[in-house]
């Protein structure tokens, strides 16, 4: 048995982090059909994402190890986050090797990372069962990696080429019209299954959740389809998945709140021991390839930092989900024993605390049961819960 960590949502982040994403990726949408303007800033989002919301977001992971395996010491948290550390030098071995497949690799991590996310956070803040079936995981994930390809084959190909390059490769001859074809392939099986899942909820009465699938899927192919695929990309990464997944982390980290401003600076500082070496490897590789990089070559960069580091983040954010695939040091999942003990505490002394293990049945200030139907509560909170092992 693993523990599989609920967050549930309050009002105020249905708002901030639920639909304010979608909105913004439909507003970029309708202003580029306006006045173009994401060619011309196509490497910006990623390059913002840098220092704020998206690699700090991946930044906290060293936080998130520590606080899922109770470290109590920064010896202790850089033990458990050998696991982490470890897997990113595969990576890095594995694009020394084989550069176009690790690109590759990457983009189905991607896919996955994403769909698994997206599917989560809207069960989650629509009241409803938190794991998504994996047909419907896959199906959004691939949606947003396959759809640049489909709708803008040459600038995609473009910054695949520009990744190779990065990497002391470079893309061979290649057909766009068989690259094209096999993404539009890809993105039709994805509507499909995603119109069938949202069928399947019209039919169960989860007239919320198909609602919200509706839209978020309309957003999505609104902006790939229009916006540069760079751009595109870096701006759903960081007002959309890194947004969200922020709000997660901060709950984890013991706060109240996370739609605040105190919360999400306070998450940044948390983030630097990890932000900051990550940053200078960065600024080494622009100054050692790029000695005069545009904001487009400064999101090449970033993309190639994400290359390394999205196996294992994504693995660990898989821990918060109940789901262990590897079982590495610093990435297994915690005992809900400390979290009732918490909860208890916070009880006797009139304070609900951040993390809460509530039962089943049982509905608190910060929390309920999680079973569908249950009264959304007022504010969120964590909950870890015993869940079997897939």
């Given amino acids: 048995m693993t523990t599989h960590i609920v967050t549930t949502w309050c009002t105020r982040d249905r708002l901030v982090f639920g639909m304010c994403p ?28 840098l220092l704020f919301i998206g690699l700090p977001h991946g930044a906290a992971d ?3 190890s520590a606080r899922l395996n109770r470290a109590t010491n920064w010896r202790e948290s850089l033990g458990y986050f050998s696991g982490y550390s470890s897997l990113m030098l595969v990576v890095i071995a594995a694009i020394v090797i084989t550069p176009l497949g690790s690109i590759i690799a990457f983009a189905m991590f991607s896919a996955w990372h994403f769909g698994a996310a997206d599917s989560a956070d809207v069960n989650e803040y629509a009241g409803e069962t938190p794991r998504a079936g994996s047909f419907t995981i896959a199906a959004r994930g691939v949606l947003i990696v396959a759809l640049p390809f489909m709708s803008q084959t040459a600038s995609s190909l473009e910054i695949v080429d520009r990744l190779l390059q990065l990497f002391g490769s470079a893309l061979a001859s290649h057909d766009q019209w068989i690259i094209r074809t096999t993404s ?10 995603l119109t069938a899942a949202i069928a399947r909820c019209l039919v169960r009465g989860n007239i919320r959740v198909a609602g919200i699938e509706v839209f978020e899927t ?11 695929p760079l751009f595109a990309m870096g701006l759903y990464f960081l007002v959309w998945h890194s947004w969200r997944h922020t709000r997660r982390v901060i709950l984890l ?27 200078a490897g960065v600024v080494t590789v622009l100054w050692w390839r790029l000695p005069w990089p545009t904001a487009f070559d400064v999101s090449i960069v970033a993309l190639a930092v994400f290359v390394v580091v999205t196996p294992p983040h994504h693995f660990l954010v898989e821990r918060l989900h109940g789901r262990d695939w590897l079982g590495l040091p610093g990435m297994s999942s915690v005992s809900d024993q400390p979290a009732r003990r918490k909860m208890r505490a916070g009880q006797q002394s009139g304070h609900s605390p951040g993390i809460t293990a509530p039962s089943a049945g049982r ?17 969120p909170s964590f909950a870890f819960r015993k869940a079997p092992t897939r």
């Fill in 184 to 193: 539009a392939c890809l993105v039709v099986v994805a509507l499909l299954i």
């Fill in 363 to 379: 509905s608190h200030e910060c929390g309920t049961s999680g079973k569908p139907g249950s009264t959304p509560p007022r504010r």
């Fill in 22 to 49: 979608p909105f913004l990726l439909l507003a970029a949408a309708i202003l580029e059909g306006i006045h173009p303007y994401s060619d011309r800033l196509a490497g910006w989002p990623f390059l913002t994402s």
């Fill in 62 to 64: 060293l936080l998130v």
């Fill in 253 to 279: 980290l013991d706060e109240q709140r996370a739609a605040s401003l105190g919360a999400l600076a306070r998450l940044h500082l948390r983030a630097l021991p990890l932000l900051v070496p990550t940053l």
């Fill in 218 to 228: 309309g957003s999505i192919l609104a902006a790939f389809m229009v916006l540069h």
